[in-house]
């Protein structure tokens, strides 16, 4: 079984401020690695993935997440925040192999960017 | 592609009463995947069909509740003799299995128990 725990529940941060959202996973298997991203009042959109390949990913808007194995974590930054930014962040697992591909989801990080 | 639609958006119901929910995946999809959201927390999986037929159920999915997808493309929930336990955000997720398959959420259903 897989398990994520997303240590921070609310990041509360400056515009054009860095910030790192951290994310470490739980699992017997190898797993896939996401994070979504839910803007207020709009549902769950996929940020960025791993599946295998270089371990740093990068999304279109700026993010970036790295996977560590032997530290089984996958935390997401921005180096430099925007006010657009603030929503809520999901760092969600699948089992590699075996699988169905249904996501176990951490609780979230309410990311809060203020001018 | 218009999305994963779901309807409705929000459904505010009596204690007691019987609720079902419609989610039309993105039309090319043949995985289909049903979770919940309560306040405070990530979205939990529910339960998860493949074409029509429902391969994996949660333990959360008790008996009071029942999912099914009969011709493979929109997917229904019900929950039978609502509880104010099952106030939460129904979301339906659709993907397309081959690889691994990205998937892609509706905007979900908002269910309040009164």
């Known amino acids: 079984a897989q398990s994520v725990t997303q240590l921070d529940s609310q990041v509360p941060v400056f515009e054009e401020a860095p910030v790192e959202l951290r994310c470490n996973y739980s699992?017997?298997?190898?797993?896939?690695l996401f994070w979504y991203v839910q803007y207020p009042n709009q549902g769950l959109q996929l940020l960025l993935k791993?599946?295998?390949?270089?371990?740093l990913v990068e999304s279109i808007n700026g993010f970036e997440a790295e996977f560590n194995k032997s530290q089984t974590s996958f935390h997401l930054r921005k180096p430099s925040v925007h006010i657009s930014d603030t929503a809520e962040y999901f760092c969600?697992?699948?089992?590699?192999?075996?699988?169905?591909?249904?996501?176990?989801f951490g609780k979230g990080t309410k990311l809060s960017v203020k001018p | 592609d218009t999305g994963v639609s779901q309807d409705p958006r929000h459904k505010i119901t009596k204690r007691g009463q019987n609720v079902t929910f419609r989610c039309d995946p993105i039309?090319?999809?043949?995985?289909l995947y049903w979770y919940r959201q309560t306040l405070g927390q990530g979205p939990e999986f529910l339960t998860y069909?493949?074409?029509?037929?429902?391969?994996?159920k949660s333990r959360l999915l008790s008996d009071r509740f029942s999912a099914e997808r009969p011709k493979g493309s929109f997917s229904t929930l019900e929950i039978q003799r609502t509880e104010q336990g099952d106030s939460a955000m129904y979301l339906c997720?659709?993907?397309?299995?081959?690889?691994?398959?990205?998937?892609?959420f509706g905007p979900g259903t908002r269910l309040t128990v009164l």
């Open positions: 997720a659709s993907s397309f299995a081959g690889g691994m398959d990205e998937q892609f």
């Open positions: 791993y599946l295998s390949g270089s371990t």
């Open positions: 039309s090319e999809h043949n995985r």
């Open positions: 969600a697992v699948s089992a590699f192999r075996g699988s169905q591909g249904n996501l176990i």
């Open positions: 699992s017997s298997v190898s797993v896939y």
């Open positions: 069909f493949q074409n029509e037929a429902q391969l994996e």
